[in-house]
């Protein structure tokens, strides 16, 4: 005597069903941390990531900007100290050329 088929069917049925709760339970256990830890996040007044990187690339621009402002700066100061050098040395050469 073999086991009966309607038993092996209904215990395949409970293990079906069990499988179907659990992975059910799974997904409502892993929307309720995710609940939890957003507000947990909203309530540390935490900045999404997307927020952040906007941010950080924003300040990257920034810095370039301020370096190339820097730089462009200095060539002007080297370019405003070139041309006194040569006026004072044109001033010489037309005070030797009225003698």
Request: charged share 35%; hydrophobic share 35%; net charge positive.
């Amino acid at each position: 005597m073999g086991p009966d088929p309607k038993i092996l069917d209904d215990i395949a049925r409970v293990a079906g069903g069990a499988v179907n709760i659990a992975s059910g339970m799974q997904q409502q256990i892993r929307e309720e941390i995710k609940s939890r830890m957003d507000d947990m996040a909203h309530r540390m007044d935490l900045v999404p990531r997307e927020d952040l990187d906007r941010a950080m690339a924003m300040i990257a621009a920034l810095e370039k900007r301020v370096e190339a402002l820097e730089n462009s700066g200095k060539n002007t100061e080297k370019k405003s100290a070139a041309p006194q050098k040569k006026d004072t040395a044109t001033k010489a050469t037309s005070k030797t050329k009225k003698k």
